[in-house]
């Protein structure tokens, strides 16, 4: 990608600051039409897209997401999230575009999967919130099921100061970080390289054996030394699960969650979740702008 020139990809806002359009509601995001580098297999049913947008990548931080939809006709007509796998720098180390992975699972990402070098996909972002920094300095846990690892490379990097994101520098955070990433089955391990590159050490579990720890990630973990602060995205049951550890230790836990959207900016109220209130009962919060990231202590888990 760094080799591409800005007058052969385009990144295009679709009208300039966007003052009539429905999604600007006064949030620190943009509409672009952006150009597909690159669109590769990773894993069983699994693939990362590489998107030329520069003004995108020099503000999205790690723990934020994206939204995506087709510009090749209506159908599907609403777009869908994608979490921040990470930037892509050109050689003078500037932001010029971002990586997501993504899952087939539907018709708009088995649309994806068709898509070639030079196809274009309407994207608004960055959405949400990041990741907080960690509290303590010394060694931070990522916990993954299913696809609930694309958030977290770009994580470890700033985490362990390798890439600063959303124009910061890079600083580092903590001295380890260790990925624990629990799938079905060793053909649904992606990215894997990617997080050892990064920096971290990665711990692998599997609901068949045929890699890792046989079993639940969450059981894993508990094998291994204590953190500081445990950050997740996976399954519900396995933020649940993830969210009791941290609690019974005593110490602080962000989850991700993968809930279904359908704008990513708030207008709908399709994507809530339950969160506890200061009287003792609970309320709905949109994941899209009140998360994707909350803390573990905020959630009610059952209503």
Known sequence: ?????????????????????????????????????????????TCQIRLHCPELAAAI?????VMVRSTQGTDPLLGRPFALYDTVLDDDGKPIGIDVVYLVVGKLTALLATLKEGDTLETWGPLGNGFPDPVG????????GGIGQTPFLAHIRELLGARGYGGQ??????????LYY?????????????????????????????????????????????????????????????AGYAERRGIPCHLSLETPMACGVGICFSCVTPVKTPDGGWDYKRVCVDGPVFDARSLQWSI
């Open 169 to 178: 520098l890079p600083r580092r955070r903590v001295q380890n970080v260790s």
């Open 137 to 144: 300095d010394k060694h931070v846990a990522l916990v993954a």
């Open 61 to 65: 931080r790690p723990g934020q997401f």
């Open 182 to 242: 629990g799938v079905r089955s060793a053909d649904l391990a992606a990215g894997v390289s990617d997080f050892q590159k990064a920096g971290a050490t990665v711990h692998l579990a599997s609901n068949d054996g045929s890699i890792g720890h046989l079993g639940f990630v969450t059981d894993l973990l508990a094998r291994h030394v204590a953190s500081q602060h445990v950050f997740g995205c996976g399954p519900e049951p396995m933020l649940h699960a993830l």
């Open 1 to 45: 990608m760094s080799d591409r020139s800005e007058s052969v990809l385009q990144c295009v806002p679709p009208v300039a600051d966007a003052p009539a359009s429905p999604y600007n509601l006064g949030m620190s995001f943009q509409q672009y039409t952006t150009p597909i580098v690159e669109n590769v297999r990773i894993a069983r049913g």
